[in-house]
């Protein structure tokens, strides 16, 4: 089993921007692939992006790439989520993830989430 904590949202300006941490915790939690999903105010819930167990393959939604870059650091086990050019459709709950592989966060195939972090951007 594997624990997520996520931290760092709040209350941006449009085009600031945030970076999000997600502690990972439990005796297998270096054996996840771990990403983020994210739900907007009306919306359905949808995938940000995610990281493979070495760090070294990412996989970032098309239409946030350039903006939003994910990596991870297996010695402090906690994920980030690095966010540039916010704009107001950012706005949303922020949800860490794990999961057997990328492929499997990329799907929806989840095995454990975090309890979310609010991402506000207004002026």
């Known amino acids: 089993q594997v624990q997520l904590v996520e931290s760092g949202g709040g209350l941006v300006q449009p085009g600031g921007s945030l970076k999000l941490s997600c502690a990972v915790s439990g005796p297998t939690a270096s054996s996840y692939a771990l990403g983020w999903y994210r739900q907007g105010p009306g919306k359905e819930r949808d995938f940000v992006a995610c990281v493979d167990q070495s760090g070294n393959f990412t996989s970032i939604n098309g239409k946030l790439k350039g903006r939003f870059t994910i990596s991870r650091d297996n010695a402090e086990n906690t994920v980030y989520l690095q966010m540039n050019s916010l704009n107001y459709e950012d706005t949303a709950i922020y949800y860490c993830?794990?999961?057997?592989?990328?492929?499997?966060?990329?799907?929806?195939?989840?095995?454990?989430w975090g309890q979310g972090t609010q991402v506000t951007v207004s002026l």
């Open positions: 993830t794990a999961g057997t592989n990328t492929v499997a966060i990329v799907v929806g195939t989840i095995d454990a």
